[in-house]
């Protein structure tokens, strides 16, 4: 990876577009300590304090600690991502949206800018939740129209520059800017949460404590993040011939190929939907001051909140660990069946005049396709789960509370990756354009 950067630094229009994203993340990093007009931040951190492990810990992840501070970015890009989603299966859904989409440049530059739309419509929602549910609890010094007003305008900006921000480094920089805006913020709490774990099991320990404390620490994220590149990276190779023809004295087609399919086809989305859906009623009793309440729905809630899980003193919270694992391996075979399609895969096939060796086209390679598919997402399944239940197990086990977790850490990885890749892309198509030039 460091040569890589390494060779790129020296060609001149890459570094140009490295520089540019250095400076667009710089400004989000100033941006996310810039305080929003009329609010407390003592509060949201008190708040913080009272629920460590809560709801809002993935969500104060993805800001980069922003929304703890209650700055101008408090909200980050998750509007956008959420928007992104919900555009993407509206076109699953909606054939209108699906023609679009096959329209070519124009029918895409037509979904983005209905998702930046979306995303302002989300990100004006969600302020306005935050400005009235938090501020009649103490998040804002003075609670009127004016202040509330002023906060919702300040966080829905907040978010859209992010969201501009995002598309000026895809447009000018490197990589993709949605995911290095997020990466950025995830990033930036690592600090935190090295601080965090070395005052829980080094700091006041002895030399030899402390000393095997650090070296379990750096093993276990070293084992994380080489399972995550493998998990990343794996695929299974589909083998596709194309049979030949003959027109004239030519032969067109003959050649080999083959289908590459992802051992984690649905990549983190599937982590994303779980947490929201175990988080989503915690978040609205948040809102309505009764996340301590008691009965049946209390109980309910805190076994929903990943806080409880593992937790030697509570483990008849811990059913909320299995409803978790079992929503993220319904997703990820959810999401990938509307975004890989076996049918539309043979069909193409088919016209193409390619088929599978060994079996024959049309319904029999739909079948064998379904077939494979469904095997590499329980692989890809199981694999996101033993990601997100490990450091779930140790901060519900040991009581190491960080906000750096198993979905943090996938983002961090594939996005890095990909950011690789595309560097080495534009590197092979410079030279090309060398080679063909001298």
Known sequence: MLETFRRAWGIKDIRRKIG??????IVIRIGSGLPTPGVDPTYIQNFFAQNTGEAF????????????????????ITPYITSSIIMQLLTIAIPALEEMQKDGEDGRKK??????????????????????????????????????????LT????????????????????????????????????PNDMATLFEQFVKDKSIAKGGLAVIIIIAIIIALVVFVVVLQDGERRIAVQYSQKTTGRRTFGGQSTHIPLRINTAGVIPIIFSSSLMQFPIVIASFLG???????????????????WCNPEQLKYSWGLVVYI?????????????????????NNMKKSGGFIPGIRPGKPTVEYLTKILNYIIFIGACGLVIVQIIP????????????????SLIIIVSVVLETIKQVESQMLVRNYKGFLNN
Do not use: C, H
Request: overall charge neutral; cysteine-free; hydrophobic content about 50%.
């Open 326 to 346: 079992l929503l993220t391996v319904f997703f990820a075979y959810f999401y990938t069946s509307i975004t890989f399609n076996p049918l539309e895969i043979a």
């Open 392 to 407: 779930i197990f140790f901060n519900g086990w040991l009581g190491a509370q960080v906000s750096f977790g198993g979905t």
């Open 20 to 25: 540019y994203t250095f400076l667009m993340l």
């Open 290 to 308: 009764k996340d301590n309440g008691k009965g049946i729905g209390g109980e309910i809630l805190r076994g929903m909140n990943q806080g409880n």
């Open 155 to 190: 966080l829905t900006a907040g978010s859209a520059f992010l969201m501009w921000i995002g598309e000026r480094i895809t447009e000018k920089g490197i990589g993709n800017g949605i995911s290095m805006v997020l990466v950025i913020n995830i990033i930036s709490r690592i």
């Open 111 to 152: 979904i983005v800018a209905m998702t930046r739309y979306l995303t302002v419509a989300l990100a004006l929602l969600e302020s306005t939740a935050m400005a009235v549910g938090f501020g009649r609890q103490g998040l804002l010094i003075d609670y009127n129209f004016v202040n509330a007003a002023s906060v919702v």
């Open 57 to 76: 810990n993935l969500f104060n992840a993805f800001t980069g600690g922003s929304f703890e501070r209650m700055s101008v970015f408090a909200l980050s």
